[in-house]
């Protein structure tokens, strides 16, 4: 028996070791544990937009009226505007009730129309807005999500204007990241947020937008307030008037050309 007793012992000891995970395995335990809450948080947020159907819109269209601000403080009156988007690089907005302003972003350039013909958009603009594309809602669930490479983390809960919402980030292979806060009842987005460095000055700058009153148009629950805030002060509030999903457009509709053919008549 005695010449048995040290096999004993160390198959054991063998079986505790593999029983009890290392400061390292319990680490990726964690780690693993906490990408499935942000996924699971994810995916409930994709099901309450509309699941499939949502996944597969051809277009939107938002009309309403937009409200600027300076340092926080609102300027006088609103603008009206016409935002169509299209999957995946498609973007127009026209301005005013006549539609006769227009600015496009396709692919990674911009041109506006006005009753003087076509001109490139200004770099700036369209820099500023391909980033809010880029770091979009959509972006994170159709191309981001979709990327093994990608990186989600379950933050916790926090509140976004008496609202009490789940935090989820995700962080791409190239170190960008794009934060999403989802209503903790409905898993609706409440917010999306995301930093960038300001190519002059260096800076970190904080992009958020905020969406607020969410009414169901044609089965997908859509915001009808959305705040924009620049390192937490407010800089854009649209207010959603109508939406439409799916339209069919006609065939110059992408067409800058086209469009200033049609407004210089």
Not at 81 to 101: C, L, M, Y
């Amino acid at each position: 028996m005695r010449k048995f007793l040290p096999v004993a012992a160390a198959i054991c000891l063998l079986i505790a070791s593999r029983a009890t995970p290392t400061p390292a395995q319990a680490g990726d335990q964690d780690a693993a544990r906490n990408a499935a809450q942000a996924r699971a948080a994810l995916d409930a947020m994709v099901q309450a937009l509309g699941g499939e159907l949502w996944l597969n819109i051809n277009n939107m269209e938002r009309d309403g009226h937009v409200a600027a601000f300076y340092q926080g403080n609102p300027d006088p009156g609103t603008e009206q505007t016409f935002e169509i988007h299209q999957w995946p690089d498609h973007d127009r907005i026209d301005v005013s009730k006549h539609r006769d302003w227009v600015n496009f972003i396709i692919g990674r350039q911009g041109w506006e129309v006005t009753y003087r013909g076509k001109k490139a958009l200004d770099k700036e603009a369209v820099d500023d807005f391909l980033r809010r594309r880029d770091h979009s809602i959509e972006t994170a669930v159709k191309v981001w999500m979709k990327n093994p490479n990608t990186i989600l983390l379950y933050e916790g809960q926090r509140m976004v204007e008496r609202h009490l919402g789940e935090q989820v980030t995700l962080i791409s292979p190239e170190n960008e990241s794009i934060t999403i806060i989802l209503d903790a009842q409905t898993h609706l987005p409440l917010a999306r947020i995301f930093q960038w460095r300001d190519a002059n000055y260096h800076d970190k700058n904080t992009d958020t937008e905020e969406y607020d009153d969410y009414h169901a148009i044609n089965g997908f629950p859509t915001p009808f307030t959305i705040t924009r805030l620049k390192n937490g002060d407010t800089v854009r509030q649209y207010f959603v008037d109508h939406v439409s999903f799916n339209q069919n457009l006609p065939a110059d509709f992408w067409d800058p050309d086209a469009v200033a053919r049609r407004i210089r008549k």
